[in-house]
């Protein structure tokens, strides 16, 4: 955070306004608004878990093709307003505009908010290219209420991390729930680690990033140290289940595991940095072998 923008107030600045557009989620809460829908009225309309929908909008969860395209059936809009804001807004009957301003959004959606913009400029701009006005800006707030959710720049990039750590996990439990064996699993593990979309490469770009800035900061290694541990425990525990099923029965599972992360690290960097010409096809059928000779995925 810049120097001039270092405030701590002890409560949001926001006056009750009209919630910005600004991304897929905001503007799926601008729709929830006009339509005068609760996001539980809304999921059984469109036959989506309730849960899911709530960890959409605070971008645990990725809403899928169908589920926004249902969301603009339910709420009278385009895809591509969703999508992109661009198209009708959502329509607005009489006193529909003074109850959107009579109910600004609450202390936690505000926060998701400003975490949704934070992760996505940093991630696409880089940390040090971002300014709380950039932010602020993003949100359609002050860059008070920016410093209220986060104090310093530092505290925005622990929360992008953790913001994406959970994202990965939500995402992996999900996947690991429709599989049929732990070989599947660690089929769809990988198929997770690929930078297949922009989402994908703006994870990978806050994960780099947290890295290369725990590398100058000391004060940021532990919190690094604890999410890719969590994260290299899981991948020894998938290990683990593939043993019990009579997979592997000879193999080092620390040595794997170590192996396994060593491959998806580097080559996401190789990707993202443009270094080499690796491709997201190439990544998958080099991590497939990277458990070989113990455990055949070809």
């Known amino acids: ?42 999921a059984r309309r469109i036959g ?34 969703l999508v992109s804001g661009v198209g009708r807004t959502p329509p607005l009957g009489p006193g529909d505009e ?21 992760t996505e400029l940093i991630a696409r701009r880089g940390f040090h290219n971002v300014r709380v006005s950039d932010i602020a800006e993003r949100c359609g707030t002050s860059t008070g209420t920016v410093h209220y959710h986060f104090p310093t720049k530092e505290a925005v990039l622990h929360a992008a991390l953790d913001h994406y750590a959970e994202r990965l996990h939500e995402r992996l439990r999900a996947e ?8 599947d699993k660690v089929l769809r593990l990988i198929e997770v680690q690929l930078t297949l979309t922009t989402a ?3 994870e990978w770009s806050v994960w780099i990033q947290f890295w290369s800035q725990a590398m100058l900061e000391p004060s940021l290694r532990p919190a690094q140290r604890r999410t890719y541990s969590d994260w290299r425990r899981l991948v020894v525990e998938l290990l683990r289940e593939c043993r019990d099923e009579g997979l592997a029965p000879e193999a080092d599972i620390e040595a794997l595991a170590d192996r396994f992360t ?3 690290d580097g080559l996401a960097i ?19 072998r990277a458990f070989e000779p113990h455990l055949d995925l070809g």
């Not at 557009?21 to 608004?33: E, F, I, K, Q, Y």
């Not at 003074?98 to 934070?118: D, H, N, Y």
């Not at 690991?176 to 070989?183: I, K, L, Y």
């Not at 990707?271 to 010409?277: E, F, N, Q, V």
């Open 270 to 288: 190789q990707i993202l940095a443009g270094s080499t010409d690796m491709t997201p096809d190439r990544m998958r059928s080099l991590l497939r």
């Open 200 to 202: 994908d490469v703006d």
């Open 176 to 183: 690991f729930e429709g599989a049929s064996s732990a070989r």
């Open 48 to 81: 989506m878990d309730p849960t899911a929908l709530s960890k959409a909008l605070r971008g645990t969860r990725r809403l899928q093709q169908q589920e926004i395209a249902a969301i603009a059936k339910a709420g009278g809009v385009s895809v591509q307003y």
């Open 1 to 42: 955070m810049s120097s001039t923008d270092e405030r701590s107030p002890t409560a949001p600045p926001d006056a009750p306004d009209r919630p910005a557009a600004s991304d897929l989620t905001d503007r799926v809460r601008v729709v929830l608004r006009s339509a005068r829908l609760s996001q539980r009225e809304l």
């Open 98 to 118: 003074a109850g959107a301003r009579a109910q600004p959004l609450s202390t936690q959606e505000r926060r998701s908010q400003i975490l949704e913009a934070a």
């Open 262 to 264: 060593a491959m998806v």
